[in-house]
């Protein structure tokens, strides 16, 4: 796919309400821009984009890995904006099973399903990609986010595909749930 920029995101929480965050929380976004070759017309398959994602994923986890520096990825999620000559589908055609399966290559293996979300905008756009654990979904700490805004992007003709990273829960959690010390990864649930 023509990739018109690579845009990398990343955001360190040292303490929250006045109380230090051991380890930090290190959230990280990577989003590749590129030409929507189905903007302006109805195509029924969606194919080609789907193909086209296993090597664009593999360019953006990688610096994703590398701006999570020594910090192993705990959670993660998958965001994607279609500029408005798209359809959301063509977005999600990037998103698949595919892409998941590059995201969790990266990190060294996954077993839970990658939340995601995708829409149509016009440029500067704000879209919040959903943070999970990668083995368990049921880990309530690691419900999070991150949220981007892509200034000029994507135009009419353009798809952002977003991957996005942590290396924690959210800081100070105390609501509950299956804890990470609990995780027995064997159904992506729990």
Not at 134 to 162: C, F, M, N, W
Request: aromatic fraction near 4%; hydrophobic fraction near 45%; charge should be neutral.
């Amino acid at each position: 796919m023509e990739v018109r920029k690579i845009v990398t995101f990343a955001e360190d929480t040292l303490n929250e309400s006045g109380k230090a965050a051991e380890p930090l929380l290190r959230k990280v976004a990577v989003v590749a821009v590129v030409k929507n070759p189905f903007a302006g017309k109805y195509v029924q398959d969606l194919a080609p984009l789907t193909k086209a994602s296993e090597e664009l994923g593999r360019r953006i986890t990688s610096i994703g890995m590398a701006a999570m520096g020594e910090l192993a990825v705990q959670s993660y999620g998958k965001a994607g904006l279609v500029g408005v000559a798209g359809e959301q589908e063509h977005a999600v055609a990037m998103l698949t099973t595919v892409y998941g399966n590059v995201m969790r290559e990266a990190v060294g293996g996954g077993k839970a399903w990658i939340s995601s979300m995708t829409k149509r905008v016009g440029p500067g756009e704000t879209i919040d990609i959903p943070l999970a654990h990668k083995d368990a979904l049921y880990v309530r700490s690691h419900y999070d986010g991150i949220t981007l805004t892509l200034h000029d992007a994507p135009l009419p003709d353009e798809i952002a595909i977003i991957a996005a990273f942590a290396n924690r829960g959210r800081i100070n959690h105390r609501v509950g749930g299956l804890a990470v010390s609990e995780i027995k990864g064997q159904d992506g649930l729990v």
